[in-house]
């Protein structure tokens, strides 16, 4: 047999078996077993983290990350998925791709997924000096130069760059976000799944501003869920997103399981935050002693100070090629 179907054969098996193994964030093969059951979940540079206040961080000059191929619906095919650890949406075909912004590389964007609480003071799995916010968005883009996202999640530093986005509690409906929660109820169970349409990408992002300027923070991390492989260059956006209480609720009503099942509801589907290790924090703009960039993060501190998260545990990321 040529050495391509081996290599093809071992990574088929991978991707099996790791859909295979069994984890939960609570009870039996919980967050705080995962290190004895998954060795890398016990390293020294998991995710998430807790962001220290932006003066404490490293300014590095980056350029804005570039989107391509996310505003248009008719190029490409989405999925959404209910795994029973999140709701998931995986971009089935398309040309859809981010680059630049400091990224080792060009990385193609294969699903994006969500983590939220039980209720709207806590749910996202990266803080903001200890404070959270009620969900968080992550974007899963892949280093094209390792061939598919299975193969690139076990390359150390560089394999995968996830982009994170908060939320906050609005007043109003997030109206780019009604489409797809609009459809939750078609996926109410673990393994239920269905075809998205009418959802645009770019518009779930804060993409579009026309003064956009985006002001994010940079590090080198890991899966946040197991196996927890240290292939991730996470970026997290400083701009929060909002979803009403309504909108919210819809993700707490969803299961866990296969059946609904009681009040086995899919909810505080969040890792806690994970030491530092003496990794460098950086951020792409800089603050001045008296400029307006540090008034303007003085108050996006002041809109962040809820109460902080408490002591209790808190998106499994599906590998596929």
């Not at 964007?109 to 990266?126: I, K, N, P, R, V």
């Not at 530093?157 to 078609?186: K, M, R, T």
């Not at 300027?213 to 590090?219: A, S, T």
Request: net charge negative; glycine share 8%.
């Amino acid at each position: 047999m040529a050495p391509i179907q081996w290599i093809l054969i071992i990574l088929s098996v991978f991707a099996l078996s790791l859909d295979a193994a069994e984890w939960h964030y609570s009870g039996e093969h919980g967050i705080y077993e995962w290190p004895n059951e998954f060795e890398q979940c016990g390293e020294v540079r998991q995710s998430p983290i807790d962001f220290p206040k932006v003066e404490d961080m490293t300014y590095s000059k980056m350029t804005p990350i570039e989107f391509h191929g996310f505003d248009d619906p008719t190029k490409y095919r989405l999925k959404l998925e209910n795994n029973g650890h999140t709701v998931k949406v995986s971009i089935e075909s398309g040309d859809v791709y981010i680059e630049g912004g400091g990224l080792p590389g060009r990385f193609k964007t294969a699903q994006f997924h969500f983590h939220w609480g039980h209720s709207g003071d806590e749910g996202s799995e990266h803080t903001f000096d200890g404070h959270n916010f009620p969900m968080e968005l992550h974007v899963v883009n892949y280093n094209e130069k390792y061939g598919n996202i299975s193969n690139a999640a076990t390359q150390d530093g560089d394999g995968l760059a996830v982009l994170g986005f908060w939320y906050q509690v609005s007043d109003h409906d997030n109206y780019a976000l009604a489409p797809l929660i609009n459809e939750l109820s078609h996926v109410p169970v673990k393994g239920s799944k269905m075809d998205l349409t009418n959802v645009n990408l770019g518009l779930l992002l804060p993409i579009h501003m026309d003064e956009y300027n985006p002001h994010f923070y940079r590090y080198s991390g890991s899966l946040t869920t197991p196996p927890c492989f240290q292939s991730v260059v996470w970026t997290v956006f400083d701009n929060k997103m909002p979803i009403s209480s309504a909108q919210l609720h819809m993700f707490q009503t969803l299961h866990e399981d296969k059946e609904i099942e009681g009040d086995h509801y899919l909810i505080d589907n969040y890792r806690p935050t994970q030491p530092l290790n003496g990794r460098i924090i950086y951020r792409n703009f800089e603050v001045t002693s008296t400029g307006p960039v540090e008034q303007q993060h003085q108050q996006a501190q002041q809109e962040v100070a809820k109460p902080k998260r408490k002591a209790k545990i808190n998106v499994r990321l599906h590998l596929e090629d």
